[in-house]
């Protein structure tokens, strides 16, 4: 055996791949069945969208963000109408923000829930995707109901929201609440406690807090880790300060306590939604404001506390009514740039849970 | 710390190195000399005040004039944020690459490089990433520059 030739090899995974959630290449070195070098390669989905932007105006930009991040379409919405009013300074009326403010969780226990489906199917699990999405479902016809759309929303509009909720909302929502709460006993059930899962994920792909905060990461990853930082709390926006919830946290920062801690975040984020609907006021749901409003000169980074993290917009405003310069920055981003560092030393097969625990989604990397 | 706090301790700390910024009545956005840039991110990331270890986002802008880099910095701990700007000329735009003070800018750098041109310094990897590996036409974001199939909406 002393004269076994033996020499790394490098393998792509994706662009194709099914576990890397859009079109990302990840160009791996191995030795045998251990990974020592990823190199992530982006850019397939590179749409151009910031230079689009600036060619609309304020208004035509926020189909624009739907793309960008399309899974919680609705905070990318909000982002950017946001901005825009910090912006030309739009007062919100109060109904639109509590309308906003449940549209926000409702769409980020959608993704949690697509998080909880996928992860388990990249893992080899089919029954929680099947579950997971069904679940999602439920909002989503929620969504439907509103805005006609499903995922594209178009919903959260400069100066308040596009339309009012239907009558028959409220209730279909706190049913909708009621069941998921329901099934979320299921779903820790099925995989919580199961010895496979517990293998695949227990102690895989640990990020320590400090490399989370050198390379930006934020939000679930991060507080998985133990940082207890949420845009939310610490920098609040919206209505966010009036209502009452926790900020999960957990302390190993391995795929497991990700896993884990998004099933926190729904809980959370169905108690902000009830909390919503109780004190839901009436009045009007947009301010008024031209279609083609030019903010003063100016400029803004806003933020908000998105399922993957900080979402963010730069805009910079030259007075007239289409943005100078419109500059997004998604979670994902920064997770995907620290894949390389905790992936490594790895198995191949470690590399599908890690990748898919770390939520990221392609458009919004490649923008 | 609230905003005015953050002006204050900044205008009595670091004077010499930041300017504010007239933008309204946003958040603080400061500008910083090009040569002094790496030094003043490694003491607003050091001080034990602020303490800048959330590097967000780094933008590029074109004004058609000018270029322009701007960072956007955040406080895991002490629930601030504040922008640095530099001003850069439009042709021929250099920058040092602050990796060293925020690991995160990597990406953000060779994104500044490939879309406006704006060469970092020290960066160690300015290779194609959005952009196609044989893309030959220049930096896509620059005011200057139209896709060959490029179609200007209407003006409303």
Sequence with gaps: MADLRTEEFTVNMGPHHP??????????????????????????????????????????????????????????????????????GIE????????????????????????????????????????????RELIIDLFEMTCGQRLTYNYIRVGGVSRDIPAEFEPKCREAIKIIREKLIDYEGLLNENPIWLVRNKGIGVLPPELGIAYGVSGPVLRASGVKYDIRKDDPY??????????????????????????????????????????????????????????????????????????????????????LRVK??????????????????????DLVAIFASLDVILPEVDR | ???????????????????????GRHEPVYEVKAEKLVTVCRRL????????????????????????????????????????????????????SVQEVWPAANWYERELWELYGVHVKNHGNLTRFLLPDDWDQGFPMRKDWDAPDFIRMPEL
């Design chain 2, 45 to 96: 990331r050091e001080d034990e005040t602020l303490k800048f270890d959330f590097f967000c986002n780094l933008g590029g802008v074109d004004t058609g004039e000018r270029m322009e880099a701007v960072y956007s910095l955040a406080s895991y701990s002490k629930k601030i944020r504040v922008d640095l700007k530099v001003i850069l000329p439009h042709e021929k735009a250099e920058i040092d």
């Design chain 1, 92 to 135: 919100v009326p109060e109904r639109a923000e509590y309308l906003r403010v449940i549209m926000l969780e409702l769409n980020r226990i959608a993704s949690h829930l697509i998080f909880y489906g996928v992860t388990a199917m990249d893992i080899g699990a089919l029954t929680p995707f099947l579950y997971g999405l069904r679940e």
């Design chain 1, 328 to 349: 997004m920055r998604g979670g994902s981003y920064n997770q995907l740039q620290v894949l390389p560092h905790i992936g490594t030393n790895c198995l191949v097969a």
């Design chain 1, 238 to 323: 919206s209505i966010y300060d009036r209502f009452d919830f926790q900020i999960p946290t957990r302390e190993n920062g391995d795929c497991y306590d990700r896993y884990l801690l998004r099933l926190d975040e729904i809980k959370q984020s169905l108690n902000i939604v009830e909390q919503a609907l109780d004190a839901l006021p009436e009045g009007d749901i947009k301010a008024k404001v031209s279609p083609n409003f030019k903010p003063p000169a100016g400029e803004v980074y806003s933020r908000v506390e998105n399922s993957r993290g900080e979402l963010g917009v730069y805009i910079q405003s030259d007075g007239g009514k289409k943005p």
């Design chain 1, 19 to 88: 576990s890397t959630h859009g079109v990302c290449r990840l160009v791996l070195t191995l030795n045998g069945e251990k990974i020592i070098k990823i190199e992530p390669v982006i850019g397939y989905l590179h749409r151009a969208l910031e230079k689009i932007c600036e060619n609309r105006t304020y208004a035509q930009c926020i189909p624009i963000m739907d793309r960008f991040e399309y899974v919680t379409a609705m905070s990318c919405n909000y982002l950017f109408s946001n901005a825009a009013e910090k912006l030309a």
């Design chain 2, 1 to 23: 710390m609230t905003f005015d706090e953050l002006k204050e301790y900044l205008a009595a700390n670091f004077a010499d190195d930041l300017t504010l910024l007239d933008t």
